[in-house]
């Protein structure tokens, strides 16, 4: 959302979450999620720096932390009793966070400079309000381009 209100900051406190149901059954979700702040702790790592790791996210599991994170990222957390009022983005985005979602399919690209990043600018660029058709094409030229380097 951030990287949207950059492109297009008319578009601050505007955002709202919708999911697609493709089918006529009833769904087994009602969207994607794409979590990417996800932390664990290394088996492998000594049982002192386990601890360690284990405390860090203890802290970053208490609300007051996680708030300070979601504020300051304008990313959701999957953690209670946070407070998304002082971002509006957020604010208006929660009602997502009690949907039943699945988590969205991971991709490893193994030519990021020349397709993952000017993907990822294009799409952001559609979602801050940059024509489609236009930003799609000149998009395929430049991966293309970038592919026969």
Known sequence: MSTVTKLNPAMSGKMKMM??????????????TNNTFILSVNAKASST????????????????????????TSQH?????????????????????GKKLLLAPRFLFNNVNNVRNPLEDALI?????ADVTKTLTDTSKTIKQGLSS
């Open 19 to 32: 999911s697609f149901i493709t089918t006529d059954a009833k769904p087994l979700y009602q969207g994607i």
């Open 49 to 72: 720096d386990q601890r360690i790791a284990a405390a860090f996210i203890s802290f970053l599991a208490q609300s007051e932390n996680a708030q300070a994170y979601a504020v300051g």
């Open 77 to 97: 957390v999957s953690i209670i009793n946070v407070d998304y009022s002082a971002n509006v983005d957020l604010l208006n985005t929660s009602d997502i966070m």
């Open 125 to 129: 660029a559609i979602a801050g309000g």
